[in-house]
């Protein structure tokens, strides 16, 4: 199983990665978490991308996704191609040649969840704070999840607190681990 957190940059992708790795391993699987890869990268990122860039940010994202998904069984994704590729769309408009990649990958995933605008971003020293740019990025996804036909699990911005529960409900999988009793009765 592979889920993504897809959406623009400050969203609480990164939070919710965290709480649905803990509340799935819980649940007893082995679970692993591919972290933001655009923050490893050493090219400019932001409104300063290159193709060069975004290029090292793609490849490196589906390499450590299928290094994680070879030794676990779930796999919970900080962003995902689609996501990734649109901060190129963004600043060099559509790359025709990498299509077919991104449109071959996204099958592979079991779900993807749109993280919606719900706050500013803050400055983590690599985050852009502009809401511009950081709504222009949403637009950006928004538009590649039509274009592509993703079915994606748009979460509610009125509803953040119960985000997680609502990814669980939608995997169909439990919320709480079943409790194995201390002291089993005697028979």
């Known amino acids: 199983m592979k889920i993504a957190f897809i959406g623009t940059h400050g969203v609480g992708k990164t939070t919710l990665c965290f709480d649905l790795a803990a509340r799935i391993k819980r649940l007893d699987y082995s679970v692993d978490l591919v972290k933001e890869v655009a923050r490893d990268c050493p090219l400019p990122i932001n409104r300063d991308t290159t193709l060069a860039a975004q290029s090292w940010i793609l490849f490196t994202q589906l390499a450590r996704e299928l290094a994680s998904a070879e030794r676990h069984e779930v796999v919970v994704c900080d962003r995902s191609l689609l996501d990734n590729y649109a901060y190129l769309v963004h600043r060099m408009g559509r790359r025709k040649e990498m299509e077919p990649l991104i449109a071959a990958w996204l099958p592979g995933y079991t779900a993807l969840i749109k993280v919606p605008i719900w706050q500013t971003p803050s400055f983590d020293g690599v985050r ?32 953040q607190p119960a985000w997680t529960e609502a990814v669980l409900a939608h995997l169909d999988l439990p919320r709480r681990a079943e409790q194995v009793p201390l002291f089993p009765e005697e028979a």
Do not use: M, T, Y
């Open 128 to 159: 852009d704070v502009n809401l511009s740019f950081q709504h222009e990025i949403d637009a950006v996804i928004d538009e590649l999840i039509e274009d592509f036909g993703v079915k994606a699990l748009k979460l509610d911005p009125k509803r």
